[in-house]
């Protein structure tokens, strides 16, 4: 049956189609969501099977922005739990050999809705990671751009979550919180205000997507990221990228010229935690969240603090600071550190790298590369 085609179903049928807490609220949903109600519901959904599902009940996950700094990794995390199969990243650019062979991977274009929806239902998707996104620095670069990659893009990803009852992870940022927010730390709860488009696309999403879990019972899930650190993937335009451009500015050249003040402190995470955390938090019961969007911390460290760290094993590194306005302006309006305790309580999380642990690990897989391609190493 095509997608777009309406059918006539009976009540009592269609009723018994709804996502988990939608039943007693069938009346009231969206015109647009009763189009696709004849698709199946995924289990995922219900309370009573909350958690992980026996082995031939895997989820089904599709990957939107999947070729950004964390869609790879993420990728290559569940697939070792659910199957190479059973998770499909996607993007709008061609992929590297080493993606395009290492599991599906389908081209997917977030302002696309009939597309997107044709890639779910096909594949028959239970679970949506959305990572579609322009980042802080650049979105200021290009406001129209970011404004409907980050906005129209999530509707269509909400919408489309919201009629195929899938779990959707939506990530958040320190983006989200602006100059009268508490920022040291910065609470789950609190005034958010953010002064940049990414910032307020993050804060849109976050309330849409609580929005429809309260009315509607979608499963939407969200945690705020600190600054992500990585060894495989470019810096992408973030106000944070400082923290991986040094590792190999330290390795190459041995010099880092520094867009930040040396003094200006953020919370930052290892790829590693960020990606376990994802996997954590998509397994946990819904039963056991009492938020829908939560703060994840590791450490917080400023780009002094951070070189300090690396000249104990590279000790000639040299740093100087050349503050951009734009970046540092973004930077102070945003959290010194992250209040986790919710997250901590209500799923176990819990990171594993700290500051010492993170500069170790990047510059031994950056060494690593850099020996394996034949190039020189500072």
Not at 20 to 32: D, E, F, K
Not at 259 to 275: A, F, N, V
């Amino acid at each position: 049956m095509h997608p777009g085609v309406r059918v006539s179903v009976p009540t009592v049928a269609l009723l018994g189609m709804f996502c988990r807490g939608c039943l007693s609220r069938a009346q009231s949903l969206p015109r647009r969501s009763f189009s696709t109600l004849h698709k199946r519901m995924s289990r995922w959904n219900s309370q009573e099977t909350s958690g992980p599902l026996p082995s031939q009940e895997h989820p089904r996950v599709l990957i939107t922005g999947g070729l950004g700094q964390l869609g790879v990794g993420l990728a290559q995390s569940l697939r070792k739990l659910y199957g190479r199969e059973n998770v499909i990243l996607s993007d709008i650019k061609k992929p590297p050999p080493h993606v395009f062979t290492s599991g599906p991977f389908v081209y997917a274009d977030v302002l696309d809705y009939k597309h997107l929806r044709e890639i779910i239902v096909n594949n028959r998707i239970t679970w949506l990671i959305h990572y579609s996104a322009l980042l802080s620095a650049v979105g200021e670069a290009n406001v129209a751009l970011a404004r409907k990659i980050n906005i129209t893009g999530l509707h269509n990803v909400l919408d489309l979550a919201l009629e195929n009852c899938l779990r959707l992870f939506v990530p958040s940022t320190i983006g989200a919180f602006g100059p009268s927010s508490p920022r040291d730390p910065a609470p789950d709860l609190c005034i958010q205000r953010p002064r940049t488009i990414y910032g307020v696309s993050k804060v849109h999403g976050e309330l849409m997507g609580e929005y429809l879990h309260h009315k509607y019972g979608l499963d939407f899930r969200c945690l705020r990221y600190p600054g992500v650190i990585s060894v495989n993937s470019p810096p992408g335009g973030g106000t944070t990228d400082y923290a991986v451009q040094i590792f190999h500015d330290a390795l190459s050249t041995g010099h880092h010229e520094c867009y930040l003040r040396p003094d200006t402190r953020l919370p930052m995470m290892h790829i590693s935690d960020c990606h376990r955390a994802t996997v954590e938090f998509m397994q946990a019961p819904g039963c056991q969240l009492s938020l829908r969007t939560y703060n994840i911390a590791a450490m917080s460290f400023t780009p002094e603090e951070v070189a300090q760290e690396i000249r104990k094993h590279l000790p000639h590194l040299k740093v100087t600071y050349n503050p951009d306005s734009v970046r540092q302006t973004i930077a102070d309006s945003w959290p010194v550190r992250f209040d986790d305790t919710n997250a901590r309580r209500d799923w176990g999380w819990a990171p594993a790298f700290g500051l010492e642990e993170l500069v170790s690990d990047m510059l031994h897989f950056i060494r690593d590369k850099r020996t394996n391609k034949g190039l020189p190493v500072s």
